[in-house]
């Protein structure tokens, strides 16, 4: 006997052992074998009779199922609102505020080369003579047509738009939204802040009003119709992406970002909230392809801007801006910290023009002007729009930190000058053999000059080259105190792993803060 045959014993004795065990304790006997088909009939009949005495209820009582019905609607209408939320529909806006969209088409005159004289010109002497007999002169003026858009703010035909779509224009023509075209007129232009205003020979016109675009939110509806192309009258949808971007283009910004498509044509519209009001004129993309095209990146002038700068344009074609008088810039972290702030807020002077309403009134160097008229300064960007939107002469109060203080001053606006000429110094020449003074934990080189301490070089990748120092770089102070020459620098600097430079560039002063680690 091998041991496969034992373990086959042993096996079948231990099944008779326990089916012995199950009989004499009866448990074998208690078990019930279900038949799942008459399971399911059960249940099934079960459903049906609750369907059967719903109904019987309903036919008794009308009211009580038409509530049942209700109180499904409204289950599943939650269910899906809270899944998806509730998405509007924007034709009702559109409808109402279309009609006071224009289309804008204008021609401007430019000068041009000549093909001809580019590739077969001869160039001075005897030929040129038969060359422009026959082909014309060597520049040649060229009408070239473009497209925009606008909006009216008045029955009687005035119109926003942006100050590039009109600029240079010797022809302007304006659709309205039911096919007619008339002449326009420009009867202002704003360059600083790229707001023009039309005219059109009209009365009894549709017009859009401005709300307050302070109260939009990042995330809000807005809409924008235009003139895309040229294919008239077009709404796109999109949200506030953010508000208070810079792009260098104009004077004063304060861009809204949005992502509702604005295309070439689409310049000069308006941006509506969902109240129907105009909160911004659409007015640039960016389109990191070099496309004119939409990226998903549009901006637009807020109506907090606008709206005050419109009635003047009208009134008097022009904007008078009112003048502090003082450059500033950002209040970043690390000037903050050296500055000891408690928060890297508002916009710290770092030059003051002599004679100037700030200059009068005692604004320094160094100071950071944290409110200006009753409104908080938040970032520097905001201080010029607010000074420049004030009437000229008014009184405003000024409230600064000053060496950890706060001061309180009262300035009266001056009219801002025409043409703003500073005199500017002129770096001069590197002299990178001379030796200076070497703050390697900077990266840094220092010369002596008539001039003063002045930046001769900057190390590649250094503490000093990310803070933004430059090569011809005059140092007027380290840490808050003047000094006069390298060796001033180096006793302020001694172990020291941080500082704030006051550098004088090419006639302006500028902080820097530089930090090593």
Do not use: C
Not at 122 to 149: A, H, K
Not at 427 to 434: A, I, L, S, Y
Not at 464 to 487: F, H, L, T, W
């Amino acid at each position: 006997m091998n041991w496969r045959s034992i373990l086959g014993i042993i096996l079948v004795s231990g099944f008779v052992y326990l089916l012995a065990k199950g009989i004499e304790s009866g448990t074998i006997g208690k078990i019930e074998i279900g038949n799942p088909i008459e399971e399911v009939k059960e249940k099934i009949s079960g459903e049906k009779t609750k369907k059967e005495e719903k109904k019987d209820e309903a036919e008794k009582n009308p009211k009580s199922g038409e509530q049942e019905k209700e109180k499904g609607k409204e289950k599943e209408g939650e269910i899906i609102s809270s899944k998806f939320g509730a998405l509007p529909s924007f034709a009702e806006i559109v409808e109402k505020v279309s009609k006071g969209v224009v289309n804008i088409s204008t021609t401007r005159v430019e000068q041009q080369q000549n093909p001809f004289w580019w590739f077969f010109g001869p160039g001075p002497g005897p030929g040129e003579e038969f060359f422009r007999r026959f082909f014309g002169e060597p520049q040649r003026r060229v009408p070239t047509r473009s497209l925009g858009s606008g909006f009216l703010v008045s029955s009687d035909g005035y119109i926003v738009t942006n100050s590039h779509v009109v600029r240079g224009a010797t022809d302007i023509n304006v659709t309205l939204w039911d096919g007619r075209t008339f002449k326009g007129k420009i009867v202002g232009i704003d360059e600083a802040t790229d707001i023009a205003i039309l005219k059109i020979d009209a009365t009894d016109l549709p017009y859009l009003k401005f709300g307050d675009s302070n109260e939009l939110r990042v995330g809000d509806w807005v809409i924008a119709i235009g003139n895309p192309f040229g294919l008239g009258h077009t709404v796109t949808v999109g949200v506030v992406s953010a508000k208070g971007r810079s792009l260098g283009i104009t004077r004063y910004e304060d861009f809204i970002q949005t992502d509702a498509a604005i295309n070439p044509g689409n310049s000069g519209g308006p941006l509506i909230n969902i109240k129907g009001e105009v909160v911004g004129i659409n007015t640039a993309i960016l389109n990191p392809s070099g496309m004119s095209v939409n990226a998903g990146i549009g901006f637009a002038i807020p109506s907090s801007l606008a709206k005050d700068i419109v009635p003047t344009l009208i009134a008097k074609g022009k904007v008078e801006r009112a003048w502090l008088g003082v450059y500033i810039q950002e209040v970043t972290p690390e000037i903050a910290k050296q500055l000891g702030l408690k928060e890297a807020k508002g916009a710290l002077v770092s030059d003051v023009i002599p004679g100037s309403p700030a200059d009068k009134v005692g604004i320094k160097r160094g100071d950071v002007i944290i409110e200006f008229d009753g409104k908080k300064v938040e970032t520097w960007r905001q201080l010029p729009i607010m000074v420049s939107l004030s009437p000229v002469n008014k009184k405003a109060k000024l409230k600064i930190i000053r060496d950890g203080k706060e001061l309180e001053f009262e300035v009266v606006l001056a009219k801002m000058p025409e043409e703003q000429q500073l005199a500017r110094q002129q770096p001069q020449e590197q002299q990178p053999q001379q030796q200076g003074l070497e703050l390697k934990q900077f990266g840094i080189t220092i010369q002596d000059s008539p001039d003063g301490p002045k930046v001769v070089s900057v190390e590649p990748g250094s503490p000093a080259q990310m803070a933004g120092i430059m090569p011809g770089d005059i140092i007027v102070e380290v840490n808050r105190k003047q000094v006069k020459n390298s060796s001033e620098i180096a006793n302020i600097l001694k172990d020291q792993k941080s500082a704030l430079f006051l550098i004088n560039r090419e006639g302006r002063t500028i902080f820097v803060a530089i930090r090593v680690g």
